[in-house]
């Protein structure tokens, strides 16, 4: 039986409850470990992780990433989850469940660095990565054994060690034979877990498990399956074809391929981003125009600074509010032309804000930028806006000083609002 020592990555033939070079029991072991070559990595409690490895004060206690007590859990440590605590909770919530808990604000930056240095150690395995997030990809490892000499799953472990040994932090990796099922197998042994799906037990492997763990099913899919008595994937493999795509159209087609674990998607390197946005939750409830207005510059800065680094540009301006009783007001626009300066962004989301003819009070407000496609923005401006090309002069002109010295280096004085 092939098996693999994930602490000095030394590959044997007979199981051992050990490791026989250096006795770990950190051990993988599979009929198929050497020949399945789709991955999933995902970083463990990623956040928590870089701001514990960051300060070391916080290693031995439970952290929340988040906002404020208004706010929302961005992640938390496995410590905190433990008592309870889930991303997307409100924060109020979090720390009655953990009071203990040190909250530690969102520094996206520095976790986008991060992130950088993983995805560079795993293109340097290969090029056909396709990030679903900051802290989790996909990675099609087939065809590249004869390259570096190394089976996928040697490879894998190989860049985990990596990854805690220069980077500080850990992760949890799925082998199987598509997306679907690596996806699946990243989350049965976390953390720094390592877990194997093969061909030959996919369908034994899903049959008793419920469907939920399909990606992308959620509350209200899953109510429509607990109507039609789908619960587990063998409830689900004893619906014909036909049957399904009738009672959840084009998405019941998809629903009878995994049901038997078929997954032909491939891992794209260049997935296209739909939309990008921000948004942020206030401490207190507020109405005030001035502090509103602020956020929504800032907001607007934000979304152009990763439209711009990403070389998009968008046709669609949306405007999100959530008043104090939770009651959510979005507002979209289409532009004539597709944008990705900050000034115009604003300008939209301000005038869908004055649009609204809401005075709040509000507790979150987000801008979105969607519709997007490649290109850069020439800043030419508008015959009904004379200024505004240059204000996008300007716009640039910050962009580099900003490049040049920090993002903190200039400032718009509506942001200090």
Same mark, same amino acid.
């Given at each position: 039986?092939?098996?693999?020592?994930?602490?000095?990555?030394?590959?044997?033939?007979?199981?051992?409850? *050990?490791?026989?070079?250096?006795?770990?029991?950190?051990?993988?072991?599979?009929?198929?470990?050497?020949?399945?070559?789709?991955?999933?990595?995902?970083?463990?409690?990623?956040?928590?992780?870089?701001?514990?490895?960051?300060?070391?004060?916080?290693?031995?206690?439970?952290?929340?990433?988040?906002?404020?007590?208004?706010?929302?859990?961005?992640?938390?440590?496995?410590?905190?989850?433990?008592?309870? =605590?889930?991303?997307?909770?409100?924060?109020?919530?979090?720390?009655?469940?953990?009071?203990?808990?040190?909250?530690?604000?969102?520094?996206?930056?520095?976790?986008?660095? $991060?992130?950088?240095?993983?995805?560079?150690?795993?293109?340097?395995?290969?090029?056909?990565?396709?990030?679903?997030?900051?802290?989790?990809?996909?990675?099609?490892?087939?065809?590249?054994?004869?390259?570096?000499?190394?089976?996928?799953?040697?490879?894998?472990?190989?860049?985990?060690?990596?990854?805690?040994?220069?980077?500080?932090?850990?992760?949890? =990796?799925?082998?199987?034979?598509?997306?679907?099922?690596?996806?699946?197998?990243?989350?049965?042994?976390?953390?720094?877990?390592?877990?194997?799906?093969?061909?030959?037990?996919?369908?034994?492997?899903?049959?008793? &498990?419920?469907?939920?763990?399909?990606?992308? =099913?959620? $509350?209200?899919?899953?109510?429509?399956?607990?109507? $039609?008595?789908?619960?587990?994937?063998?409830?689900?493999?004893?619906?014909? &074809?036909?049957?399904? $795509?009738?009672?959840?159209?084009?998405?019941?087609?998809?629903?009878?391929?995994?049901?038997?674990?078929?997954?032909?998607?491939?891992?794209?390197?260049?997935?296209?981003?739909?939309?990008?946005?921000?948004?942020?939750?206030?401490?207190?409830?507020?109405?005030?125009?001035?502090?509103?207005?602020?956020?929504?510059? *800032?907001?607007?800065?934000?979304?152009?600074?990763?439209?711009?680094?990403?070389?998009?540009?968008?046709?669609?301006?949306?405007?999100?509010?959530?008043?104090?009783?939770?009651?959510?007001?979005? &507002?979209?626009?289409?532009?004539?032309?597709?944008?990705?300066?900050?000034?115009?962004?604003?300008?939209?989301?301000?005038?869908?804000?004055?649009?609204?003819?809401?005075?709040?009070?509000?507790?979150?407000?987000?801008?979105?930028?969607?519709?997007?496609?490649?290109?850069?923005?020439?800043?030419?401006?508008?015959?009904?806006?004379?200024?505004?090309?240059?204000?996008?002069?300007?716009?640039?002109?910050?962009?580099?000083?900003?490049?040049?010295?920090?993002?903190?280096?200039?400032?718009?004085?509506?942001?200090?609002?």
């Amino acid at each position: 039986m092939p098996s693999l020592c994930r602490d000095c990555l030394t590959d044997f033939d007979d199981p051992h409850a *050990r490791c026989p070079a250096c006795r770990s029991p950190r051990i993988v072991t599979h009929e198929e470990l050497w020949s399945l070559g789709i991955a999933h990595l995902d970083c463990d409690a990623f956040y928590a992780s870089v701001e514990k490895r960051d300060n070391p004060d916080l290693r031995s206690q439970p952290v929340i990433i988040g906002g404020g007590r208004r706010g929302v859990v961005s992640t938390a440590c496995y410590l905190a989850r433990i008592r309870g =605590v889930r991303s997307a909770m409100p924060m109020f919530q979090a720390l009655r469940l953990c009071p203990e808990a040190v909250v530690v604000r969102p520094r996206m930056s520095v976790y986008a660095e $991060a992130s950088r240095a993983i995805r560079t150690m795993m293109e340097d395995l290969t090029p056909a990565v396709e990030p679903l997030s900051l802290d989790e990809a996909f990675l099609d490892l087939r065809g590249t054994a004869r390259l570096h000499g190394a089976p996928p799953a040697l490879l894998m472990a190989r860049l985990v060690r990596r990854m805690e040994h220069d980077l500080g932090l850990s992760a949890s =990796v799925g082998l199987s034979h598509n997306k679907f099922l690596a996806k699946i197998a990243s989350d049965l042994d976390k953390p720094r877990g390592f877990s194997v799906i093969g061909a030959a037990e996919t369908l034994g492997f899903l049959a008793d &498990r419920p469907v939920r763990l399909i990606w992308g =099913v959620g $509350a209200a899919t899953q109510s429509a399956l607990d109507g $039609a008595g789908i619960r587990t994937f063998s409830d689900l493999r004893r619906w014909d &074809r036909e049957d399904l $795509a009738r009672r959840f159209g084009s998405g019941g087609e998809r629903l009878w391929h995994l049901a038997r674990g078929e997954d032909y998607r491939r891992v794209s390197p260049h997935a296209p981003v739909k939309s990008i946005s921000n948004e942020t939750t206030f401490h207190e409830d507020t109405s005030d125009p001035d502090l509103l207005d602020g956020h929504i510059w *800032r907001l607007s800065e934000k979304v152009a600074d990763r439209a711009k680094a990403k070389g998009l540009l968008g046709r669609v301006i949306t405007l999100k509010l959530k008043r104090s009783n939770h009651r959510i007001l979005t &507002r979209r626009i289409s532009l004539r032309d597709p944008t990705q300066l900050a000034d115009r962004i604003y300008r939209t989301a301000h005038d869908l804000f004055l649009g609204t003819g809401d005075a709040g009070p509000f507790r979150l407000i987000g801008v979105g930028l969607s519709d997007l496609l490649p290109g850069q923005d020439d800043g030419r401006g508008d015959l009904l806006d004379p200024q505004a090309a240059r204000r996008a002069g300007a716009e640039r002109a910050s962009d580099h000083i900003r490049a040049r010295f920090g993002p903190d280096a200039i400032y718009k004085g509506r942001s200090l609002r």
